[in-house]
């Protein structure tokens, strides 16, 4: 708990960064475009704190459940706050039509028993939109050099790639239906840097758009086996066109032999 709550802190001190907020601006603004056509009756976030990524949906109830609480002011924009764990969510199963996880796998300890508590909360069909940092990217890469101070924030594991989040995500029947990559910035600790390599945003996504220094996906839960029930109408609508349909067969068939009869005759 101490560790996921150091990297949570260590998370949201970053975002206050230049380029903690260039990346805040892009994730926000891809966020805003996946929740905004989600529906039902209960939406949920889990982690940052300092974030509101439900924002842009029209679900009445929204919650929040992390390590670290929001601040007093943060509190007043959601109807219920936990004080939660994200490998264990105070919440019943098939309970949330909406769950958003900004970074939340990767200041877990347990980014499996995370993604299990996710299947388990949501409805079938409920959606899941999960945010993290890409390792096989310039910032990944420049995490990753010897001899050089630490890019991104402390994790309790390692970065948890998008391919292997897919490969989770299959096992616990999900299919990703939207994602994006973004921020293809080289790793600039400056925002005049930063805005002088913007370019590079736009001919990422054409040329090299795997990547992006950030991922955002969402996914939607499947189960297997389940079976719209159809009000009784329908199937007697399908009933009676099947006996027309028959009937006409028939009359048709009889007509040739009707007419070699007449020839006969």
Request: one cysteine or more.
């Amino acid at each position: 708990m101490a560790n996921a709550e150091q990297t949570i802190v260590d998370l949201e001190c970053w975002l206050c960064s230049d380029p903690g907020l260039y990346m805040q601006e892009w994730e926000c603004a891809r966020f805003d475009a996946l929740v905004s056509d989600a529906f039902g009756f209960n939406a949920l976030q889990v982690g940052m704190s300092s974030l509101d990524m439900l924002r842009n949906n029209r679900i009445t109830f929204k919650a929040y459940a992390g390590a670290v609480l929001p601040g007093a002011s943060d509190c007043a924009t959601w109807h219920s706050v936990v004080l939660s764990e994200a490998e264990f969510l105070p919440f019943a199963s098939q309970s949330i039509d909406l769950l958003v996880l900004p970074h939340g796998l990767e200041c877990a300890a347990d980014p499996h028993q995370v993604l299990r508590e996710v299947e388990r909360v949501l409805v079938p069909e409920g959606r899941v939109v999960i945010s993290g940092f890409n390792p096989w990217s310039l910032w990944g890469l420049r995490n990753r050099l010897p001899y050089m101070k630490q890019w991104l924030p402390h994790t309790p594991k390692e970065l948890v790639s998008l391919p292997r989040l897919k490969d989770w995500l299959k096992l616990l029947s999900f299919d990703i239906d939207r994602g994006n990559f973004g921020c293809y910035v080289p790793a600039m600790s400056s925002k005049k840097w930063i805005e002088r390599f913007s370019f590079m945003e736009h001919a990422g996504d054409r040329w090299w758009p795997y990547l992006g220094a950030v991922y955002v996906v969402s996914a939607v839960k499947r189960v297997h086996g389940m079976r719209l029930l159809t009000p009784g109408w329908k199937s007697r609508q399908k009933r009676r066109a099947a006996g027309t349909v028959t009937a006409n067969v028939s009359t048709n068939q009889d007509l040739p032999v009707n007419r070699s009869r007449e020839s006969n005759n």
